[in-house]
């Protein structure tokens, strides 16, 4: 008897405590759900709308060397690179007025990173002068280590050799990747007459596409003049064919649309 009233005992605390187990979790988990339905409604009461977009990018996409001309004719190729020059252009969605929300107050290019390398090579980025967009020449001075912070300005006069942009995003940023030492001491077939010094000279070097491709990322991130930031991440795959031509045509143009959204 006494066996039987122990275990009844034992059995019902046993199920009060399981019960009160239950209560206790089923009221941390009921906590969470008001809390996430709270954050969520504060959340909607935010304005998360950007007025920076990336709607283009424009590609330049060549090749140049320097060479020496030997005695018998021949070509020899030293230091041969590839370069691709890029534009990308800040939607700010003024539509001409422009106020402090949708113009620039600081512009800075950061966590560079190669998603895929090229297997020959050296690669670098630059920032380029636009005046001197779809021309092989670059800066070494302009080299990008770890981070490009660009001036912001308002006047109608800039000097564009350094990294600026107007403070309305009338210019885009322009880069420049370049891939050197490609080829060095390379001597040309002797029945070429004249190289010309562009992306033919990949063909010519027997350089293949594949060996070369290459795919960057890096984040841009925009304070307007409320003191407001916005990030975007960008991934950008250096194009060195299309379904019409490739660069050994000489040279690639390309004009991507996208839709990068910054928040």
């Known amino acids: 008897m006494h066996k039987k009233k122990f275990l009844f005992y034992f059995i019902y605390i046993f199920?009060?405590?399981?019960?009160?187990?239950?209560?206790?979790?089923?009221?941390?988990?009921?906590?969470?759900?008001?809390?996430?339905?709270?954050?969520?409604?504060?959340?909607?009461?935010?304005?998360?709308?950007?007025?920076?977009?990336?709607?283009?990018?424009?590609?330049?996409?060549?090749?140049?060397s320097e060479s020496e001309i030997?005695?018998?004719?021949?070509?020899?190729?030293?230091?041969?690179?590839?370069?691709?020059?890029?534009?990308?252009?800040?939607?700010?969605?003024?539509?001409?007025?422009?106020?402090?929300k949708n113009t620039l107050k600081n512009v800075k290019l950061s966590d560079f990173n190669y998603e895929l390398s090229p297997n020959l090579g050296t690669p670098n980025i630059f920032y380029k002068n636009i005046n001197d967009f779809?021309?092989?020449?670059?800066?070494?001075?302009?080299?990008?280590?770890n981070e490009l912070?660009?001036?912001?300005s308002s006047d109608e006069q800039i000097d564009f050799s350094k990294p600026i942009l107007f403070n309305n995003t009338a210019n885009p940023i322009t880069l420049c990747y370049v891939n050197s030492g490609l080829k060095s001491d390379y001597t040309l077939p002797e029945n070429i007459s004249n190289i010309s010094y562009d992306?033919?000279?990949?063909?010519?070097?027997?350089?293949?596409?594949?060996?070369i491709a290459c795919k960057i990322s890096f984040v841009i991130t925009i304070?307007?003049?409320?003191?407001?930031t916005f990030r975007c991440p960008v991934i950008l795959n250096?194009?060195?064919?299309?379904?019409?031509?490739?660069?050994?045509?000489?040279?690639?143009?390309?004009?991507?649309?996208?839709?990068?959204?910054?928040?």
């Open 199 to 211: 992306g033919s000279l990949l063909k010519k070097c027997n350089i293949t596409l594949n060996s």
């Open 134 to 145: 779809a021309k092989s020449n670059f800066d070494e001075n302009n080299k990008i280590e």
């Open 70 to 100: 030997n005695s018998n004719s021949t070509f020899t190729i030293n230091n041969l690179y590839q370069f691709t020059d890029i534009a990308i252009f800040i939607n700010n969605n003024a539509n001409d007025e422009f106020n402090a």
């Open 238 to 263: 250096m194009p060195l064919s299309t379904e019409s031509s490739t660069v050994y045509d000489g040279s690639l143009v390309l004009n991507q649309q996208t839709d990068y959204k910054f928040l």
């Open 223 to 228: 304070v307007n003049n409320l003191d407001e």
């Open 149 to 152: 912070i660009f001036d912001v």
């Open 15 to 64: 199920v009060i405590i399981i019960f009160g187990i239950l209560v206790f979790f089923s009221l941390i988990e009921f906590k969470k759900s008001i809390c996430s339905y709270r954050f969520i409604e504060n959340l909607s009461e935010l304005n998360l709308t950007s007025p920076f977009s990336i709607n283009k990018i424009v590609y330049f996409s060549s090749a140049n």
